[in-house]
Each structure stands twice: as C-alpha cells, then as structure tokens.
C-alpha cells in the first residue's frame, strides 16, 4: 500500500516536472525566435572594413575615394584619417564584400588604394572581448543560426 | 538631550549639504535615464544617458579602426564575419557602451564583462594580443574625444568623460 503511494507520488512528480520542462522550453522557444526575429537597428549588421592608401594620395585624393564609396547603397559610414592615409567604413555584409567594395571605387577612381586583410591569427588575438571559442558563445550562436 | 538635539540637527544639516551638494552623474548630465525613441529602431524607446554614450562609442569605434596604431588591440573589428553571425562591431558597441554606462552612473546599466584589469591582461584574457602601453591609449583617449566631438558632446562633458578614462589608465596600462 505505502510502495503504491510512492509510486504514484513519484509518477506525479515526474509528470510535473515533464510538464514544466515542457513549459520551459516552448517559452524559451518563443523568446529566441522574437530576439533574433527583432529589427535589426544601427550598426547591429554592419561590417567594418578599412581601406589604406598609396603614400601618393593626398586628402582630396582620399575625399574623393570616399565620396565613390558612398554611391554604393550598401555602404552606411565611414571614417577618414588623413595624417594615416586610411578609410574605415561599414556596410551591409548581407550584400556586399569589403573587396568587392574596394576594387569598385579603386577601378572607377583610378585612387590607389589596398583593402586591409585581418588575418586569423590577429582576429583571435584582440578586442572585441569575446571569445568566439567559448562553449557559451557557440551554443548561443548555434541556436541564432536556427531561427535564421 | 540637548546634545542629543544638537547632534541631530547636525545630522539633519548635513543631510541637507549634501542633499544640496549632490553633484550629477555623468550619466545623468548626458539625459540620464529618461526615455526616448531609439533612433535606430524608432519602435523601442532608450534611456537617454545611453543613447548619447552609444553615439559617441559607434563614431569612437570608426576613429580606432581609421588608426593603424590601435590596429594590433582592435583587429577583428576589421575582420569579416561569416554571414549570420553578430559583426564585431556590433558586439564592441554594446561591450563598451555597457561598460561606460555603468562608469558614468546609470542605475540600470550592468556590465558583465571582466574586470579592466584582467580585461587588458594577455595573461588572463587569451583575446588581448598584448599590454597597452601609455601611447596606445593616449591614442584611445584621442579617438574618444573626437567621437564625443562628432556627437557634438559639450566640452565639459567630454573632459569628464576623458578624465573618466584617464582614471583607468593604471588599471589598463599593463607595459
């Protein structure tokens, strides 16, 4: 008698748990899909990108080069620095590449200019303070990427 | 009991000082946490405090990337993400306008990254490539400044702000 009283407590233990588990996850369900379902504002999408100069090019040479820039839609912002001879830009990665970007301006402008490549090694070893590597960071991307 | 009295009344005057005395945060000079439309996304509002710190982080992050010499600190931000992910811009921008929101005051800003110290430590932070040294973040301090300029911050606020950061520079400043 008392071994079925266990039993049945247990089983409605266990249902109760199953069902909260359940609810758990349909709600967890729902908060992911309206984060990664949120409009994207400001620079949330954008890529950054930067462009360094031939020594030749002086600023209106580097005006110029950014002006061309922004006749591409899909370029938002930029950011000369005249004494470095370089432009740091952002644009949509959605619908465009940086190179893409850069060998466009540099053909219609005749501007010399080289497209800055990160490389792995550097990539990995800097700021932003996030470690891409991280199990965190993987599973919360990974459940990103499902509702994508 | 007039000891008593008196010591209360002290205390009550000096309750009112400092009532008096208390200075705004920084936070709160740059609109505090009243609530306005986010520009960005018009159907969310933003505390207006950190409206004005996110401005001035995302033009500050443009002026560091222009910078070949902060270059070797700030690398990924140039580097492209595969498709679908969070750019490193975006994950800079809130990493840092968390982190100043919470320094200037905001009563509602956390921030959950590591410690400063740690943060710009190679040692205890695999994702910094190497100490800072006092040139590097006078650099830093420079690229803040304009971006607060761009943002068309009032100079006294930016000179609290860069005093802010100034604050931070033994903590930073590992070589």
């Known amino acids: ?148 | 009991m007039p000891a008593c009295c008196a010591f209360l009344l002290g205390l009550t005057s000096c309750d009112k000082d400092n009532d008096d005395m208390q200075e705004q945060t920084l936070y709160e000079k740059l609109g505090g946490n009243r609530m306005v439309s986010d520009p960005r996304n018009p159907s969310q509002m933003i505390e207006q405090g950190r409206l004005g710190l996110r401005s001035v982080v995302d033009s500050t992050i443009f002026v560091i990337a222009a910078d070949p010499n902060l270059q070797p600190y700030f690398a990924p931000l140039l580097a492209e993400v595969t498709a679908g992910n969070t750019t490193n811009l975006a994950v800079l921008s809130r990493s840092l306008t968390d982190f100043f929101s919470v320094a200037t005051g905001s009563a509602t800003a956390t921030y959950s990254g590591m410690n400063m110290r740690d943060a710009h430590d190679p040692a205890r932070n695999p994702r910094m490539a190497l100490k800072a040294d006092n040139k590097s973040y006078d650099d830093f301090i420079a690229a803040v400044v304009k971006g607060a300029q761009q943002n068309n911050v009032p100079s006294e606020l930016i000179g609290e702000v860069g005093a802010l950061i100034e604050a931070l520079r033994t903590t930073i400043v590992q070589r």
């Open chain 1, 1 to 148: 008698m008392q071994k079925n009283i266990w039993i049945t407590w247990l089983k409605r233990a266990g249902l109760a748990f199953l069902i909260t588990l359940g609810m758990l996850t349909v709600v967890l369900v729902i908060h992911i899909y309206q984060v990664s379902n949120r409009p994207r504002g400001g620079v949330d999408g954008w890529q950054m990108a930067r462009v360094n100069f031939e020594k030749s090019v002086d600023s209106t040479g580097i005006v110029l080069f950014r002006y061309a820039l922004h006749q591409h839609k899909s370029v938002y912002h930029s950011f000369p620095n005249m004494q470095a001879g370089t432009l740091a830009f952002a644009f949509d990665p959605t619908k465009t590449k940086a190179s893409e970007l850069c060998n466009s301006v540099v053909q219609k402008t005749g501007i010399q200019a080289t497209l800055l490549r990160i490389s792995s090694e550097e990539a990995a070893n800097a700021c932003p303070v996030i470690d891409q590597h991280s199990i965190t960071y993987r599973i919360s991307s990974g459940l990103q990427k499902l509702f994508r």
